[in-house]
């Protein structure tokens, strides 16, 4: 089951090694991500079949969303009574099919589980933690995700330490990443910044969205930064200046293949997103995450990630550090391209 552009990279690792094995999974795409820029060239790029069904519920509240998801997603599994559920991330589609495989008593696994940023405004962190309780299968990142689904009840017998697939679709499609054409593209002849913005905290409380255009402002005068901008974030940021920062060149979302090429040589990444975060790390680019939490610590510990909060100062401090010393990370460990394999064998066993 996936809705969002994140869930397509995560789930096609494991798509792919679930038809390797014999199985055929169906593919449910609930809409939650519509955009061609968001769907339609994520499952061309990354080999996804077509969805079997795609539920085409569009964008609306959390609470209105949510329930059409809920209702849309009813029928097809009573239709079709799969033998379990699959589902990825922390988006509303996530929380959706967990309530609704629970309350129909199929089994739900839920791949990247255990991940806490312990901030219940985010509604994520909402949708992580309800989707573990009901889960019956947990598939997790890293090591300190067991320890929190341990602490919170979790039989431990139902937990499995697999690794990252999102990491596995970036390692399978890494020699594929055309950095020449992604400079050429934007006229990036020497270094430059890569930007996202796209959670609620950020883009839509004017105070913070503000704070974090200086802060945009300021670094772009050291390095020009690139900046695909989320649809739903582009009416506030427009309206409180950000076509007008001279170093920063905006464009509409990439692709895939596109976005990772010009990540991948970027000298710096600025973002909220939690999966840039992983990716970064395995890239080995420096990140700065405009947050006060991360429930993915692991990518400070071990990899090039920094919190900076929303300060526009201490962000173009952090940044002037990170661009004189770029921070040496590590691979976390079984982020080596086989997460999607190791679920695929559990979900078959």
């Not at 770029?326 to 679920?343: E, S, Y």
Request: net charge negative; glycine share 8%.
């Amino acid at each position: 089951m996936v809705g969002a552009r994140p869930n397509l990279i995560k789930a096609a690792p494991v798509v792919r090694a679930l038809r390797s094995s014999g199985e055929r999974p169906l593919l449910v795409h609930t809409g939650q991500h519509y955009e061609r820029e968001l769907s339609e060239v994520f499952f061309e790029q990354l080999g996804l079949p077509e969805p079997d069904v795609n539920l085409g519920v569009g964008s609306a509240s959390h609470g209105r969303q949510t329930a059409a998801l809920m209702v849309g997603l009813e029928g097809f599994f009573v239709e079709a009574r799969p033998r379990s559920v699959v589902v990825y991330g922390d988006v509303n589609s996530t929380l959706a099919a967990a309530l609704v495989a629970a309350k129909l008593h199929i089994p739900l696994a839920h791949v990247e589980a255990g991940l806490r940023s312990f901030d219940r405004s985010m509604p994520e962190e909402i949708n992580r933690v309800v989707t573990d309780v009901i889960s019956d299968r947990h598939f997790t990142t890293s090591p300190e995700a067991a320890e929190h689904l341990v602490q919170e009840g979790i039989a431990v017998e139902g937990i499995h330490f697999v690794g990252n697939t999102m990491i596995d679709t970036l390692v399978r499609f890494r020699e594929r990443l055309d950095v020449d054409e992604a400079r050429h593209r934007y006229g990036l002849e020497g270094d430059y910044a890569v930007c996202t913005l796209h959670r609620p905290a950020n883009v839509d409380d004017r105070d913070s969205a503000a704070a974090l255009l200086k802060a945009l402002g300021l670094v772009s005068g050291e390095i020009p930064i690139v900046f695909p901008v989320h649809p739903r974030g582009r009416p506030s940021l427009e309206s409180l200046g950000l076509l007008d920062l001279s170093g920063v060149l905006v464009t509409p979302p990439l692709g895939y293949l596109e976005f990772m090429a010009l990540m991948s040589d970027a000298r710096l990444v600025l973002t909220d997103s939690g999966g840039i975060q992983e990716e970064t790390t395995v890239l080995g680019v420096p990140c700065l995450t405009l947050r006060d939490n991360t429930e993915r610590p692991i990518t400070l510990t071990m990899g090039t990630n920094r919190l900076v909060g929303r300060d526009p100062d201490f962000i173009y401090s952090t940044a002037l550090e990170v661009l004189s010393d770029p921070p040496r990370g590590r691979i976390p460990p079984l982020w080596d391209g086989h997460a999607g394999d190791r679920v695929a064998e559990i979900l078959h066993s």
